[in-house]
């Protein structure tokens, strides 16, 4: 059997695995072990747990449970909602202030907890509520709280982006670094947005009062005195002490991303134990549960994605897959196009954890023969998969909405998501044009490569 036949087949079987409704992690392990069985050797079953086992003995991986620990921490307590309050007690005279603060919010969530979901269900749960009682249209709310989530796999301490690390064996530190300019650029974006959309939206409904109509939400006015905008810092700062004590530690050198982990893990559940009381077993006992639940079905999908990578490789599949890319001659932007295509196409129904495992042997030798910066092209890939979480049919973040605004229609969660994952293009065109965006901070910091 041809390389190309057995790769088609093992595609093939992929694809059907997964359309059958069985969890991702198992439908990779799945098919890689009935691979295993038919065209390797029969010894090679006997290796499976080792080779699952060698796969993740990576230090890097080691980081994974302890930043969910600490984004569990952090989740789990009444940190999202008061750090949204404090953002917008001092917005609130700003046009659009509210969309604005909801979108400030899920960035420096995301920054603290590492994750998408738990973004999206913390700022969410107070944000979407708040924007629709002020009136704000309930798709431009959703919108809202659904992208500003997915800034949880680009801002560091991010998951993906420590996957991504391992799959391209290229520096986590620098990895984190380049993800804060382009991580800047979508909050911008997307606050920019806020502020047309909200203003928009408050013309049309003064526009309705003037003529007769029922007087908007919009247009109330809401006053904070000094002394209220004070009081909300107390609660939200050592949070944000925190974010930096750990950026610290990880960017000065004085840790290594495992070790940051665990010291983010630790403080979070310091400052949740002093800050709110949530000390005794019983407030423990939720961190934990979700700490655990999450740590395992990633870590069950990290495993299984790299032993169906590691039988793509030993059958030859993925480099024979990678030396077609590279025999079609296709110019550097094509090449690029190419195969950010492929990943919007498995965003479809894939997780980014998977994308990455997956599809890494495949595309990165082509991209480095291209003369690619494989640190550039794992932001600007992070991105692409982030429109995954938002865009039908299986954006993860668009069901998250639904379960914490159960009221809200799906189809107005969709179009509320449409012009995001536009600015998020438009974040992918300005990268391609001006990658200093991604690399001048790490190259300033850790000298250039």
Not at 305 to 332: C, E, F, G, T, W
């Amino acid at each position: 059997m041809t390389e190309l036949t057995l790769g088609l087949l093992y595609g093939g079987a992929t694809l059907v695995v997964m359309f059958s409704g069985m969890p991702i992690a198992f439908a990779l392990g799945v098919v890689a072990v009935s691979f295993m069985y038919f065209f390797m050797p029969s010894s090679s079953l006997d290796t499976v747990t080792q080779n699952v086992y060698e796969e993740m003995a990576s230090i890097t991986l080691l980081s994974i449970p302890l930043f969910i620990l600490k984004g569990a921490a952090i989740g789990k307590s009444p940190a999202g909602k008061d750090l949204y309050s404090a953002i917008h007690t001092w917005l609130n005279k700003v046009p659009g202030g509210l969309g604005i603060a909801n979108v400030f919010a899920c960035a420096l969530f995301a920054a603290m907890a590492g994750s998408s979901p738990a973004t999206c269900s913390a700022i969410g749960s107070a944000g979407i509520p708040e924007m629709r009682k002020r009136g704000y249209s309930p798709g431009f709310a959703a919108g809202i709280i659904a992208a500003g989530g997915t800034l949880g796999i680009l801002l560091p301490p991010s998951i993906t982006m420590i996957l991504y690390a391992v799959a391209a064996e290229q520096s986590l530190g620098r990895l984190f670094l380049a993800g804060i300019g382009p991580g800047v650029l979508l909050v911008t974006l997307f606050a920019g947005y806020a502020v047309y959309r909200a203003r928009k939206e408050y013309r049309l409904a003064y526009a309705i009062y003037e003529s007769g109509g029922e007087k908007s939400a919009y247009l109330h006015e809401e006053n904070f005195t000094f002394k209220q905008k004070v009081e909300m810092l107390p609660r939200v700062l050592p949070f944000i002490i925190l974010l930096i004590g750990v950026m610290v530690a990880l960017y000065g050198g004085f840790a290594t991303p495992s070790e940051t982990a665990g010291l983010g893990a630790v403080l979070a559940l310091g400052l949740v134990a002093v800050v709110y009381g949530l000390w005794r077993p019983r407030d423990l006992a939720p961190i934990l549960q979700s700490t655990i639940k999450e740590s395992t079905m990633l870590l069950v999908i990290i495993g299984m994605s790299l032993l169906y990578s590691y039988v793509m490789s030993y059958l030859h599949i993925s480099q024979s897959a990678a030396q077609a890319v590279v025999a079609l001659h296709l110019s550097k932007w094509v090449l690029l196009s190419v195969i950010l295509l492929m990943v919007i196409v498995f965003g479809f129904f894939l997780p980014p954890v998977s994308i990455i495992l997956m599809m890494a042997p495949i595309i990165l030798p082509p991209l480095k023969a291209a003369g690619f910066d494989l640190i550039w092209f794992g932001v600007v890939m992070t991105i692409v998969m982030e429109m995954g979480l938002i865009h039908p049919p299986v954006g993860l973040n668009i069901f998250v909405i639904r379960n914490i605004a159960p009221d809200i229609p799906l189809k107005d969660v969709i179009w509320g998501v449409m012009p995001f994952v536009g600015l998020m293009f438009v974040a992918v065109f300005l990268l391609c044009f001006f990658p200093g965006i991604s690399t001048y901070l790490p190259d300033v910091l850790m000298g250039a490569k």
